[in-house]
Structure formats: C-alpha cells, structure tokens
C-alpha cells in the first residue's frame, strides 16, 4: 500500500525531529517576533521546518510543498502532491510552556487529503493516518469517538473569537458542556481525535488544519470556514470544525457569520 510506506517514511522523520526538538530545549531559544509582539517563530521552528523541506525535496523531488516559514506560506493551487507543514504549532505554548504544542505535517494529492501527522512531542505521542489507513496514536488504532450533539460535550474555541463572540460563537459555548482554550490547533485536533472534545473553532492558516483534517474525516467529522465554505488552503480564515451531528446542528442554528 502506497499510502502506508509512504506514512512509514514520514513517521521516522518525525520522530527525528521530535528528538530535534527535545535537545533545543535544553537550552535557550533564539525567539523573534513576525508580525505583530505575540507572533512568535524560533530558531527550533527554523530548524524543524529545514529538516522536513530538505528530506521532502530530496526523496520527492516533484512534490509541491506549503509551509509557514521562510516565504514557503502560499501555494497557487493544490495540483499535484502537496506537503502543508507547521513545524510547530503553538509556538507561544513552546516558548512560554514548553509543551502544549505539536510537529503537524498533512500529504494532498490534488486537493484530496491522503495522510495526516500530529506529533505531541512532549507526550510521545504521534497521531497519523488517513485514507485507507484510519487513525491511529502510536502504534495503537483508534476507535472512532461517539458522533455527539454540540450541547453534549466540550468544545475548543480560539482565545479572541469566543471574547469578541465572533459569529456568535458564545451561544454554543453557553449551551454546550464548557469551552477550553488551549493555544495549539494541533493539539485541539488531537482532542477531537481522542473524543476529548465535540468541536473547535479557530482563526486559522492552512497549515494549521491540513493534517488535523486529514485525520478527523477519517472519523466523519465535518470542517469548513465559518461562513460554511470549503477549506481552500489560500490564507488565514475563521475555521470549524466539529462532529457530523455538532457542525450540523451550530451551523444551521447557531453560527451568523
Ligand atoms: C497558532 C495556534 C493557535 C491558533 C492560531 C495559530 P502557531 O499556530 O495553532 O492555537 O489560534 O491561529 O496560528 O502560530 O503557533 O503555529
Ligand atoms: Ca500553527
Ligand atoms: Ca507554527
């Protein structure tokens, strides 16, 4: 199976940066600021995207490749096969937590999702999978989380969206069980992926959702802009995601964006 050796492959990579990562941390970062004080890249962040780029452009030298550092952040379109990397997502949680944060790395084949990769590098745990694969946390296969109503669980919100009631995003956190707001796109994925959460909703570029898409269809949950257009991988938009049932009930009842 392609798909599988290909998830091999990457899987090692990600463990080496992973490794990468633990050894910067033990001493200090080298952080600068992009657009604004609160943006924040590090040298690790370099580091670990230079080591993926590298290995990709050496071993798949046709491949297309869209990622957050560097001036790697627009691709025209998705034809092809496309790699869309974060690095590390959560890099406040990194430079302020030192955890909280995760490698993300999802595989397109003409704007079709084929294999994702969230690492929690702190936890050792590597979430992947995608078609033909399912998911999976380590070497142990998930089970599909219960497909829950939106007031049946815990939903993951974007700090500054819930505050300013983006959409009118409150309302679902008011009739929902609570909101949590964790800082990393990746991991509120994972938390999805675990059935930790029912939705999250965010302000998002694309290489915050490619891979975490990738493995949450695999579980029939529904993504899309919050005006409920499709993910198109241009630029940074208001983002949901949520269980088949959830996204289906907020968008229709809740959501005014
Ligand atoms: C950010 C995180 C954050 C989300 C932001 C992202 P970064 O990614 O995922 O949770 O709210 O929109 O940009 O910059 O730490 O890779
Ligand atoms: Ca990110
Ligand atoms: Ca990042």
New binding site residues.
């Given amino acids: 199976m392609k798909n599988q050796q290909l998830a091999e492959t990457v899987k090692g990579w990600l463990l080496e940066a992973g490794e990468l990562i633990k050894q910067r941390m033990k001493n200090s970062l080298v952080v600068s600021t992009k657009s604004h004080r609160s943006?924040l890249v590090t040298n690790v962040d370099k580091e670990v995207q230079q080591f993926l780029v590298e290995r990709i452009e050496h071993f798949y030298s046709n491949d297309h490749i869209l990622a957050?550092e560097d001036g790697r952040n627009y691709l025209p379109n998705m034809d092809g096969r496309v790699w869309i990397i974060?690095p590390?997502?959560?890099?406040?949680?990194f430079v302020f937590q030192r955890e909280n944060?995760a490698i993300m790395v999802g595989i397109y084949e003409e704007g079709i999702g084929q294999l994702g990769f969230l690492y929690d590098v702190v936890k050792e745990e590597l979430y992947w999978g995608g078609v033909d694969i399912g998911v999976f946390c380590n070497d142990r296969k998930l089970l599909s989380p219960k497909n829950l109503g939106a007031k049946d669980g815990l939903w993951g919100m974007?700090g500054a969206i819930y505050a300013q009631n983006i959409g009118n995003v409150q309302k679902i956190g008011k009739e929902s069980m609570g909101v949590r707001i964790?800082?990393?796109?990746?991991i509120?994925f994972i938390s999805l992926l675990k059935g930790n959460t029912v939705g999250y909703i965010?302000?998002?570029?694309p290489?915050?959702y490619a891979a975490g898409m990738i493995l949450v269809n695999e579980f029939g949950f529904k993504g899309s802009f919050l005006d409920g257009s499709q993910i198109d991988f241009q630029s940074?938009e208001k983002f949901i995601v949520a269980t088949d049932v959830a996204y289906g009930e907020v968008m229709k009842n809740v959501v005014n964006f």
């Fill in positions: 943006d957050e974060d590390i997502d959560g890099t406040l949680n944060f974007n964790i800082g990393s796109a990746g509120e965010s302000n998002l570029y290489w915050d940074q």
